[in-house]
């Protein structure tokens, strides 16, 4: 592991270490033409053979003072993960065995092609970490240094705060951005030579606009900058963002690979060198790694991702038609609709247009208020709360709720409007969905 002492030197460009190797690579295996992994594949490597049983253990002994010193040393004689077996706050067997599935599910395809080159030195590393935030601030925290900038599309309302956190306290500098628009990128660029990374979701939260990650990466690129994608609302079921050039993929867990809202984790997945050093000392150092039982139900439940998103995302479309000509609906925000603005985007990244939708009410807030106390009631199908990405289908208002900490001039530059409703669509069957939306909206 890189000694904590050396002696750093700023150097904007080349600034990451690792850069060079790392680009290499990404240019030779991670970029493909396309852009999703074969179905049946990607269901076969959810479904997986290996589920581990639960170590629910904080410490593993040793075979004898040699063994614990070379497991100390980053050296694992079986094969595992090096520091997966000595204390679970450096790793874990339920931990280790996750991390290996969801970095096959978005990188195979790297897998494959190094394997072809004959490439002898890993290419990419994964880290699951105790929540998505988790893995989006150690991620951060891994590579940014004083005098850096980071360029921040439209983000969940608790990477906003991080990101102000990081300005107002340790001046970082953030250019907050509509990543929408590749030229507002482009300019920033043009303008400051210190951004380090662009931070982007798409589609963004909550209002469902999207970036082209393509068009970005090849500006990061030349820029020696890194394009990191908070994955979330796609998992890699619907978007696959290493074949489009992006550096390093976050996912919270909690939401389409936990799938029940029964536990709250992370991931990271990025170039090796920085995840061996870098970001692992982050991660063993601030502690943020998830309980085994919580990687071992996320396994559990990761192994029927691609089925229930394929369920969620047939409802979807169903249900965004239905509002669309709903009259009491005044737009709606879903990215397979051919009336969204990054239709084409969408077509060109996504697998199919998944299981979120957002929708602006004719009737403003006092209409939402109606139809969202109405799915509060015990005898309606959804449920009243904030997380996504669940079976049971899940409304709320973002502009009080999950956004509400991003200052209102921002937020409603944003799009994220007083009226705006976000809907998280479950698998309840799409007759019962529609006839209570019907009633709720009929209320406003
Ligand atoms: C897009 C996005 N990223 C990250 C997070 C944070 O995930 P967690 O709640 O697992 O920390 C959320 C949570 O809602 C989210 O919607």
């Not at 077509?347 to 247009?353: E, L, T, V």
């Amino acid at each position: 592991m890189r000694s904590t002492t050396q002696t750093i030197t700023i150097n904007m460009k080349n600034r990451l270490e690792w850069w060079p190797q790392w680009f290499e690579k990404k240019q030779k295996y991670a970029r493909t033409t396309e852009k999703q992994m074969d179905q049946d594949r990607f269901n076969a490597i959810c479904a997986g053979t290996g589920l581990p049983a639960i170590h629910q253990k904080s410490t593993f002994k040793f075979e004898n003072v040699a063994d614990g010193a070379n497991r100390f040393l980053g050296n694992s004689p079986s094969g595992e993960k090096p520091f997966a077996r000595i204390y679970t706050r450096l790793g874990n067997p339920n931990t280790e065995y996750l991390e290996k599935v969801l970095f096959q599910l978005d990188c195979q395809h790297i897998i494959d092609e190094a394997l072809a080159a004959d490439e002898r030195e890993p290419t990419i590393g994964s880290l699951v970490f105790a929540s998505g935030m988790a893995a989006i601030s150690s991620t951060i925290m891994g590579f940014i240094r004083p005098g850096d900038a980071l360029v921040v599309g439209n983000v969940y309302g608790c990477t906003d705060s991080f990101m102000r956190y990081l300005q107002n306290r340790f001046g970082i500098e953030i250019h907050f951005t509509d990543a929408t628009n590749t030229e507002n990128i482009q300019q920033l660029f043009a303008q400051h030579d210190n951004i380090v990374a662009v931070l982007l979701e798409s589609p963004d939260n909550p209002t469902l606009r999207l970036a082209d990650i393509e068009a970005i990466s090849k500006i990061t690129e030349a820029n020696e900058a890194l394009l990191i994608v908070d994955n979330t609302f796609c998992s890699p079921y619907l978007q696959q963002p290493f074949r489009l050039g992006t550096d390093i993929v976050i996912q919270s867990l909690t939401k389409y690979v936990n799938g029940h809202s029964a536990s709250i984790a992370g991931v990271a997945i990025g170039p090796f060198e920085f995840f061996n050093h870098d970001l692992f000392l982050v991660y063993k150092d601030f502690g943020a790694t998830p309980s085994p039982f919580d990687s071992w139900l996320n396994s559990l439940c990761l192994q029927d991702l691609g089925i229930r998103m394929e369920a969620q995302t047939k409802n979807a479309i169903h249900l965004a038609q239905f509002l669309e000509a709903h009259p009491k609906v005044k737009r709606v925000w879903y990215p397979f609709l051919e009336s969204h603005p990054d239709y084409e985007v969408a077509r060109k990244q996504m697998r199919n247009g998944g299981g979120m939708i957002s929708f602006e009410l004719k009737g403003g807030y006092d209409a939402g208020v109606a139809l969202m106390n109405y799915f509060a009631r015990p005898d309606t199908p959804m449920e009243l709360a904030v997380s996504l990405g669940s079976l049971i289908s899940y409304i709320e208002h973002p502009a009080s709720m999950t956004h509400s900490v991003v200052p209102e001039a921002d937020r409603c530059e944003r799009g994220i409007t007083d009226s705006l409703v976000r809907l998280s669509v479950g698998t309840e069957g799409v007759s019962i969905l529609q006839k209570a939306l019907d009633e709720g909206l009929n209320l406003g």
